[in-house]
């Protein structure tokens, strides 16, 4: 079974500092696509930065970088400068390659990081 | 704005009473889905559309069905809701145009309680 496992329920970090979040899948997939979600407070899904993984280079999105280790099947995010706006629930997502030759774009999710920015 | 709209965004409603929650999407996209969001065991998938006239099962469909008569709606009915259907629930679209990976654009989410 496809599974994305997010090991830090919870993680705090001060105003402008770096905080990385974790997130590792199972696949036997060679080919797929993984996400980074946030949700803030207001419930709203939305989209933070995707990688592709037959792309070795880590994608960047302004303050957000992935750290995508295919091997190690692991796909880490950096938040840099954090920011108050940047508290929310951050979600780690996986959606294999062969998903899409059936027509489904099914995202497998994990349980979440509650990620807390202090000031 | 591109956007995805879900309503009714808050419902309370009693076991056994019909109800529909609506989705709009205003993007031409051709994919849409819903979603349920539970603690513990995150997002699972209900139902999804490939096009108009085009449904299937997703992971957790029991209990619910939908319909896709217009490329624009997907709407998600509860014909019989019981208690274990309170959920917060999202439903989402995305286009093949942006590639596989191209990711979803999520409707507000509707927070579902059965009493």
């Known amino acids: 079974a496809q599974t994305v496992t997010q090991s830090q329920p919870e993680m705090s970090v001060q105003e402008a500092e770096t905080v990385t979040l974790s997130c590792t899948y199972d696949t036997s997939e060679n080919n797929y696509y993984l996400f980074w979600y946030k949700q803030p407070p207001s419930r709203q899904m939305i989209l933070v930065i995707r990688q592709e993984a037959y792309k070795q280079q880590n994608a960047t999105e302004n303050r957000f970088s992935v750290n995508f280790q295919k091997a190690a099947k692991s796909f880490s995010l950096k938040i840099s400068d954090s920011q108050l706006g940047d508290t929310a629930m951050y979600f780690c997502a996986f959606m294999p390659d062969s998903n899409n030759a059936g027509n489904n774009r099914k995202l497998i999710w994990g349980l979440g990081t509650s990620l807390a920015v202090n000031p | ?115």
């Open chain 2, 1 to 115: 704005e591109a956007q995805v709209t879900q309503n009714p965004r808050y419902l309370i409603t009693v076991t056994g009473k019909k109800l529909t929650v609506t989705c709009s999407q205003n993007m031409n996209h051709e994919y849409m889905s819903w979603y349920r969001q539970d603690p513990g065991l995150g997002l699972r998938q209900i139902y999804y559309s490939m096009n108009v006239e085009v449904t299937d099962k997703g992971d957790v469909p029991e209990g619910y069905k939908v319909s896709r008569k217009e490329k624009r709606n997907f709407p998600l009915i509860l014909e019989s809701p019981s208690p274990n259907q309170t959920s917060l629930y999202f439903c989402a679209s995305s286009s093949p145009s942006r590639g596989p990976g191209g990711g979803y654009t999520f409707g507000s989410g509707t927070r579902l309680t059965v009493v």
